[in-house]
C-alpha cells in the first residue's frame, strides 16, 4: 500500500476551481476530472468562496481586532514606560 503525501493547492488555484464551479457549466463531476480534484473538496471550495466573497468590498485597509488590541498594548506600554521614566528621574533629582 502506497503512502501518499497530501496534496496542497494555492489559494489562487482554489478560486479557480470555484470560480468555474459557480459559473455551472460543467458538472462537479466533469470538473472534477479536469482539475484533477475530488468533487467535494470542489463543493467546499466552492461554498467557502461564497461565504467570504463579501471580504472583496471591504473599504481600505482594515485591520482585524487582534491587531488593533497589540496596538494599544504596545501604546499602552509605551506610555508606562514613559511614566516610570518621569517618576524615576523626578525621585533621583530630589535625592540630590
Known amino acids: 500500500m502506497k503512502k501518499g503525501t497530501r496534496r496542497k493547492f494555492t489559494p489562487e488555484y482554489k478560486?479557480?476551481?470555484?470560480i468555474e464551479a459557480i459559473k455551472e457549466?460543467?458538472?462537479l463531476a466533469e470538473?472534477?476530472?479536469r482539475f484533477n480534484v475530488h468533487a467535494n473538496i470542489i463543493g467546499k471550495w466552492k461554498q467557502e468562496f461564497?461565504?467570504?466573497s463579501s471580504n472583496a468590498f471591504t473599504t481600505?485597509?482594515?485591520k482585524n481586532a487582534k491587531e488593533d488590541e497589540i496596538e494599544k498594548v504596545y501604546a499602552k506600554i509605551g506610555q508606562l514606560e514613559m511614566e516610570n521614566d518621569f517618576f524615576l528621574k523626578k525621585s533621583l533629582d530630589r535625592l540630590d
Open 15 to 18: 478560486a479557480k476551481v470555484a
Open 25 to 27: 457549466k460543467e458538472t
Open 31 to 33: 470538473l472534477s476530472r
Open 50 to 52: 461564497l461565504n467570504n
Open 60 to 62: 481600505g485597509n482594515k
